[in-house]
């Protein structure tokens, strides 16, 4: 049983930044891949960043490349999505994720666990 606690997201202008956070159980941690994943209003749930376990490799959506930066602090069972020059197609709920079937989480369906999910909504 693994549970993820996601905080951090709210209302933000285009242009600003939040950091979310989800902050995982248990003392495997530092055994999965995690990834954060968002979810429009109709449309499909889609990739944004992964992470190995160690955080020696990690992967971006072209669309986020270069304004998010995924993180983790395995000693805080923690990682972290900063998001910078948010724009209105941003607005999603996000999602983290964590996985032990694959080094980097980049697909939804190899997560075994999901947390409850926190909105973003940018503001033009």
């Known amino acids: 049983q693994v549970q993820l606690v996601e905080s951090g997201g709210g209302l933000v202008q285009a242009g600003g930044s939040l950091r979310l956070s989800c902050a995982a159980s248990?003392?495997?941690?530092?055994?999965?891949?995690m990834g954060w994943f968002r979810q429009a209003p109709g449309k499909e749930r889609e990739f944004v960043a992964g992470?190995?376990?160690?955080?020696?490799?990690?992967l971006y959506s072209d669309f986020v490349k270069g304004r998010f930066t995924i993180s983790r602090d395995n000693a805080k069972n923690t990682v972290y999505l900063q998001m910078n020059s948010l724009k209105p197609e941003d607005t999603a709920v996000y999602y983290c994720a964590a996985s032990n079937r694959i080094q980097v989480l980049t697909t939804s369906s190899l997560a075994g666990y999901w947390g409850q999910g926190t909105q973003v909504t940018v503001s033009s």
């Open positions: 248990g003392r495997t941690f530092s055994n999965y891949a």
């Open positions: 992470i190995s376990a160690s955080g020696s490799s990690t």
